[in-house]
């Protein structure tokens, strides 16, 4: 494998969600003109996200830590289905 591919290579991490959980997505997504299970959850964890690492200088700063460490070891984390 060359260099590349071995840097894109990446963690599968399961979801184990509710099927109630996954049934309101599923009709907020269709609702939302069709978006994507990947892009409802990406816009929401990132909007999470940013709400309390401005509202917690604390967290922002073990955040900006961990990530830099995670960056280091080119550790990528994504979901097991992409395509959702």
């Given at each position: 494998?060359?260099?590349?591919k071995?840097?894109?290579?990446?963690?599968?991490?399961p979801?184990?969600l509710?099927?109630?959980?996954?049934?309101?997505l599923?009709a907020?997504c269709?609702?939302h003109h069709g978006?994507?299970?990947?892009?409802?959850i990406h816009?929401a964890?990132?909007?999470?996200?940013?709400?309390?690492?401005?509202e917690?200088?604390?967290?922002?700063?073990?955040f900006e830590?961990?990530?830099?460490?995670?960056?280091?070891?080119?550790?990528?984390?994504?979901?097991?289905n992409?395509?959702?």
């Amino acid at each position: 494998m060359n260099a590349n591919k071995t840097k894109d290579r990446v963690r599968q991490v399961p979801l184990d969600l509710p099927v109630d959980f996954v049934m309101t997505l599923d009709a907020f997504c269709e609702a939302h003109h069709g978006a994507t299970r990947k892009r409802i959850i990406h816009d929401a964890v990132t909007a999470m996200i940013e709400r309390e690492l401005t509202e917690s200088p604390s967290l922002k700063a073990r955040f900006e830590t961990v990530l830099a460490e995670r960056k280091r070891s080119a550790l990528n984390i994504v979901p097991i289905n992409p395509k959702a």
